[in-house]
């Protein structure tokens, strides 16, 4: 870690495409044992920041800082605002959004780390992925994606992924 023990708001390796959810990576597991990381998801407003997914590995918690943020698991939908704390347990389905009008921006707790990197790896890509590639580069993660589920949620909600 060396010296440095505050990164300010704008630290930290930024991707941020225009219509889609942007990833600023503040805490790499990779650099504190595998333990946790820690990423900001910055979603445009109506941004679906991930298919309907699983994973078997990790539990995520995201904060949200700022904005309306949906988030569906199995099939229950809430919508969390800033200050609320959303859990997403390992091996359960889910997905988050934006679901106002405005930027939304949260914090990504990911415990163990590691997910962050397929996160990173999807930043850089940049474009489209089909599903069977998208399966193929999550499997390794013990991720699996619902591809139907996703595309009737973006359907019913107006999103853009």
């Excluded at 889910?94 to 921006?105: I, K, P, Q, S, Y």
């Excluded at 139907?148 to 853009?160: E, F, K, N, R, Y």
Aim: proline share 6%.
């Amino acid at each position: 870690m060396g010296e440095r023990r505050i990164l300010g708001p704008e630290d930290g390796e930024l991707y941020q495409p225009e219509r889609a959810c942007g990833d600023r990576f503040l805490i790499n597991s990779r650099d504190w044992g595998g333990r946790f990381a820690l990423v900001e998801h910055r979603l445009p407003p109506k941004v679906l920041a991930a298919p309907v997914h699983k994973h078997t590995k990790e539990d995520e918690f995201s904060f949200v800082l700022e904005g309306s943020v949906g988030a569906r698991f199995g099939d229950q939908e809430v919508v969390a605002g800033p200050g609320d704390l959303v859990l997403k347990p390992r091996g359960e389905w889910h997905t988050f959004w934006n679901a106002g009008n405005t930027r939304a921006r949260l914090l990504e707790i990911i415990s163990p780390g590691g997910l962050e990197e397929l996160f990173r790896w999807l930043d850089q890509l940049g474009g489209e992925l089909g599903p069977e590639d998208l399966e193929k580069r999550i499997g390794p993660y013990g991720c699996e994606a619902d591809m139907a589920a996703t595309m009737a949620l973006v359907a019913q909600h107006g999103l853009i992924f």
